[in-house]
């Protein structure tokens, strides 16, 4: 249960944030039209908010949420994550593997061509994997490790050697957008700022700052664009992307916790939501002093109120979280229970680790996150309560998403994983693998990520994750805090549906 002291701070930001939603002045975009068709009937151009600017539009560097949501509009992958979580055909009509899940074998529709008229090939697809494997900056390529090579064995049969099984390839490949050999082979920062890909939408500007434009791709090979023109614009702040939904500057707008009530009175806009793939989490460098204990790291984790933080600074649009995976995401395990709040047991375990009050930093992303900046004072508050001096250490995204990525975090740290893919490999591998982005070092860990990969027979899998979650909570690796829900204000009658991995997509 949450103290006095942390209670008052939870009811005071959320008192605090909706008076702000009310006070606050609407902000005036001017990247779009009203978007009306000419006799008034469907919309021809929608708004959607992007919680942040890509650092680049170059799939191969960036694979954050907000470059994600433009990558699924502009390019095609070999596969897609369907509505319902299901994997389904994308570039590629089917594919197969081998009985070791260590080839398989992709065939390509021969129908898909780049927005500039030259056709898809395998011989694009093989570039991709290559060009992001082979450069030591790409993020895309962290996803590729366990390829070991590919070939076009024709224009439109592409085949994947791996160096281990890996069950859930064809989930993996939904990260990758196909590139044009011929253009990006020219200059890859030039293609950062006006890509072309093959998707159902192309690039038409990128006005730094503020918006990217996109127009339907009238030669897509499949479903086409709902929509002529779509503008992503770039709004961080929960509170403008809120009025602004209501105020009809913005089209769809992923609203903060404290916005939700006041914009389901609007008659303006619909309130659609849907579980999300999404968890935050506090994370451990657990090589640092004091946190290199099993026992002060459980402290950590049993002095914070989940509920308390769900139910106060989250409005309930949030639920207590158990395990580094949610809900919608293969291998959760609905047995393993949230931790709770026990601050006479962590105040004991505090106390037995001899820590001597020294300050313990904690880092978090300032934007992109719900009530982050609340978040992590209440954090901050809960570990007071136990003993334990923590200094908060706010980061511009860019900066900290680097860090994350490098492993550069001094103490403490709050981030959350959303796997796009739907499956909980790809959080368990980069957070607890050793040498992954984590700081996790566990054999058993290991060796059941390897057997898991290797497991054709889903609950079998299921069964292998499951042991990894609990290993990860009986060490206190991670402290999952809360599981979100992806909720949005969307303008009366819009044709589009929200999805579990975040994706905003307009076919």
């Not at 290199?292 to 109120?305: G, H, N, P, Q, T």
Request: net charge negative; charged share 20%; hydrophobic share 35%.
């Amino acid at each position: 249960m949450a103290t006095p002291r942390i209670h008052r701070l939870l009811l005071a930001v959320g008192l605090t944030s909706a008076a702000a939603l009310v006070l606050t002045g609407c902000a005036g975009f001017s990247s779009a039209d009203s978007g009306d068709s000419a006799d008034g009937g469907t919309k021809s151009t929608v708004t959607a908010a992007l919680t942040a600017e890509p650092s680049t539009l170059d799939p191969v560097f960036d694979t954050n949420l907000q470059s994600l949501n433009v990558f699924e509009n502009v390019f095609d992958q070999l596969t897609t994550i369907s509505t319902d979580g299901s994997v389904g055909p994308g570039l590629a009509t089917k594919w197969s593997h081998d009985d070791s899940l260590t080839t398989w074998t992709f065939d390509l529709r021969d129908d898909a061509e780049f927005s500039d008229g030259s056709p898809v090939t395998a011989e694009d697809v093989v570039y991709t994997y290559e060009t992001a494997m082979k450069d030591p900056k790409s993020n895309l390529g962290g996803y590729m490790t366990a390829i070991k090579s590919l070939d076009a064995t024709d224009d439109h049969t592409v085949v994947f050697h791996l160096n281990t099984a890996y069950a859930p390839f064809d989930r993996q490949v939904t990260l990758v957008s196909i590139l044009p050999k011929a253009i990006y082979s020219k200059g890859a920062e030039a293609f950062g700022q006006k890509p072309v890909g093959s998707g159902p939408y192309e690039v038409v500007k990128w006005t730094h700052g503020d918006s990217i434009t996109l127009k339907r791709n009238p030669d897509y090979w499949g479903k086409q664009g709902t929509y002529e023109n779509v503008v992503f614009q770039f709004v961080p702040d929960e509170t403008t992307r809120a009025n602004s939904v209501r105020s009809g500057d913005l089209d769809i707008a992923l609203l903060g916790p404290a916005s939700v009530s006041t914009a389901k009175s609007s008659d303006a806009i619909d309130v659609v939501d849907t579980k999300s793939n999404r968890v935050i989490y506090t994370g451990f460098n657990a090589t640092a002093k004091w946190l290199d204990d099993a026992d002060f790291r459980k402290a950590v984790s049993l002095a914070i109120d989940r509920k308390a933080i769900s139910k106060e600074l989250m409005a309930g649009t949030t639920e207590p979280a158990s395990q580094l995976v949610a809900s919608v995401t293969q291998g959760y395990d609905s047995s393993i229970k949230p931790t709770e709040q026990d601050v006479k047991e962590a105040k004991r375990l505090v106390k037995a680790s001899g820590y001597d009050g020294s300050t313990i930093t904690l880092s978090y992303p300032t934007t992109t996150l719900p009530q982050i900046q609340q978040l992590a004072q209440s954090v901050q508050q809960y570990l007071k309560a136990v003993g334990i001096t923590v200094k908060l250490d706010g980061q511009e995204f860019s900066t900290f998403s680097a860090n994350w990525f490098a492993s550069k975090f001094a103490g403490l740290y709050i981030y959350a994983f959303a796997p796009s893919v739907l499956d909980a490999d790809l959080p368990l591998t980069m957070l607890t693998k050793s040498g992954g982005q984590g700081y996790a070092k566990n054999a058993q860990i290991d060796s059941l990520l390897a057997k898991e990969l290797a497991e054709p027979d889903e609950d079998a899998r299921d069964a292998d994750i499951a042991q990894i979650s609990k290993i990860v909570n009986d060490n206190t690796y991670y402290a999952p805090l809360i599981a979100d829900t992806y909720t949005y204000g969307v303008t009366k009658g819009l044709d589009w549906t929200p999805r579990p991995n975040g994706m905003i997509l307009f076919n």
